[in-house]
Each structure stands twice: as structure tokens, then as C-alpha cells.
């Protein structure tokens, strides 16, 4: 492939951005619809991991805010599976 053919930087950003904006806007869509919520969560997942996205619970504040409310949760409303 020629370079002419091949996207820039610029372009391939802007590109990932709008994934993460659509991925975050279909989460607030899938609030309280369990089957919806366990399909975003799946492509959400898929994305970080694609990308190399990972954060330390312990020095990241809005990952120990996301910890403290799942732990209020007493039942998650779907079937959650072991990667191993």
C-alpha cells in the first residue's frame, strides 16, 4: 500500500475518539436494560483491551468511585464469566 493510501494520525484519533463517545453514549442508553447493559459492556471491554487500556485501581480515583458503587450492588442483573 502506498502511503498516499494510508490514514494519518490525525485521522485515526479522531477515529478512536469517536468510538469512546459512542461506546460511553451507548452505555447511558443501556440503564436498566440488563442484556442491553451485558452487550455494551462486552464491546466497551473489547475496545479498552484492543487498545492496550488498563488503569490502577489504587491510584485512580474514578476507578474507586466505580468500585464503591458496584460493591453497593448486592446482585449484578446478569451472568458474569471468567476469562480464564
Avoid: W, Y
Avoid at 43 to 52: I, Q, T, V, Y
Avoid at 61 to 79: A, D, G, N, S, Y
Amino acid at each position: 500500500m502506498s502511503k498516499s493510501n494510508k490514514a494519518n494520525e490525525d485521522i485515526l484519533n479522531s477515529l478512536h475518539l469517536m468510538t469512546a463517545e459512542v461506546i460511553a453514549k451507548m452505555f447511558k442508553e443501556a440503564q436498566g436494560e440488563p442484556e442491553l447493559m451485558l452487550k455494551v459492556i462486552r464491546e466497551a471491554r473489547g475496545f479498552l483491551k484492543d487498545n492496550n487500556v488498563s488503569a490502577d485501581i489504587t491510584s485512580n480515583r474514578p476507578m474507586q468511585q466505580i468500585e464503591q458503587e458496584v460493591i453497593k450492588i448486592e446482585e449484578l442483573p446478569f451472568e458474569v464469566e471468567d476469562e480464564d
